[in-house]
């Protein structure tokens, strides 16, 4: 017999949902769940407290619910692209930035799809970059 799922308070209801709406940003959604105290003025125990309620399996349960974790990982073919962008001396520098961002969650998606955004688990990913262009190799 299993034991039945913990309702949620209404502070992690709103983590849940501002989790969804801000497509998985934790210490913002920490913010808006906690508008008090230290979490509401410090990022770094928003960040803390955002992990915690991330560990907890009917929090990430919810969150599963509204939809916010996604069952595919990303296309390789589109971190390709982007990392070839990012590491590319000839492309402007917002360009760049803006590929690389695009990497970095391109590579968070990884992460939470093979890892589950509960676990303390990171996926180790290397660009090689040849001629101008780079690629992920697994690492």
């Not at 709406?21 to 508008?35: L, T």
């Not at 990884?110 to 660009?127: E, K």
Request: charged content about 25%; overall charge positive.
């Amino acid at each position: 017999m299993t034991a039945p799922e913990k309702p949620l308070t209404a502070a992690q209801e709103r983590f849940c949902a501002e989790f969804v709406a801000n497509g998985g940003n934790q210490a913002a959604a920490a913010r808006v769940a906690y508008p008090r105290g230290r979490v509401a003025t410090n990022s770094q125990a928003a960040s803390e407290r955002g992990r915690q309620l991330l560990r907890r399996s009917h929090v990430v349960a919810r969150i599963v619910e509204l939809g916010s974790l996604p069952k595919e990982p990303p296309d390789t073919a589109e971190l390709e692209k982007a990392a070839a962008i990012a590491f590319d001396d000839r492309a402007p520098d917002l360009v760049r930035l803006i590929a690389l961002r695009t990497v970095s969650e391109g590579l968070r998606r990884w992460q939470t799809v093979y890892c589950g955004p509960a676990t303390g688990a990171r996926i180790v990913v290397n660009l090689r970059v040849d001629g101008g262009t780079a690629k992920p190799t697994q690492g």
